[in-house]
């Protein structure tokens, strides 16, 4: 996956990243149901830093897996 | 001063509609205060979900979320109860930050460096 040039959720234009909108969320995992990493995704750090917290939320209340054991 | 919280529920879903609403009665009566006789602002039921992973050997669990107003030394207790009660198989509890945040800053063409400061422009 090639960087983008810019912030994949500013160009959404969502301000605020929800913990309970899991399907925001899920693009930005990995197949594996890692965090992806901005090198990867090009999010900018505002947005990196309130999608970290968001997925360890939604994996709390098991809306995203911890991680994903491919078949 | 009261503050907002937001907290969502995951009941067993084998509960019946009216367990779940005696359990949540119960416990909410425990943010009773002078200041904020009716501590439930908004109660959503997002219904029975299947898990992204089994809690308690259970694929499915039926999903509450409550905007609730209170004042903080309410709150120990309130997650105590919420804790004992053996319906319950994971709950979250989280400051209502407002989420009416200010809308996103106009971009500029050139902006693929966040990192940058602002007072170096």
């Known amino acids: 996956m090639r960087r983008s040039k810019s912030c994949p959720v500013c160009e959404m234009g969502i301000h605020w990243l929800d913990y309970k909108d899991e399907k925001t969320l899920s693009r930005f995992i990995t197949d594996r149901g890692k965090i992806l990493p901005s090198r990867l995704s090009g999010m900018c750090a505002r947005h990196q830093r309130q999608m970290c917290i968001a997925i360890k939320r939604a994996r709390h209340l098991a809306l995203l897996p911890f991680i994903k054991v491919s078949a | ?121």
């Open chain 2, 1 to 121: 001063m009261s503050r907002r919280y937001e907290v969502v529920y995951i009941f067993d879903a084998s509960r019946e509609e009216a367990q779940v609403n005696e359990a949540l009665d119960r416990h909410h009566k425990l943010l009773k205060t002078d200041a904020t006789p009716e501590p439930v602002v908004n109660l959503s039921h997002w219904g029975v979900r299947t898990l992204a992973y089994p809690i308690r050997r259970k694929e499915t669990g039926y999903y509450v979320v409550a905007d609730l107003s209170t004042e903080p030394p309410q709150l120990p207790e309130f997650e105590r109860s919420i804790k004992l009660d053996e319906s319950i198989i994971r709950h979250l509890v989280v400051v209502n930050e407002g989420r009416v945040s200010p809308p996103p800053r106009e971009r500029r063409d050139d902006d693929d460096d966040d990192d940058m400061r602002d007072d170096d422009e």
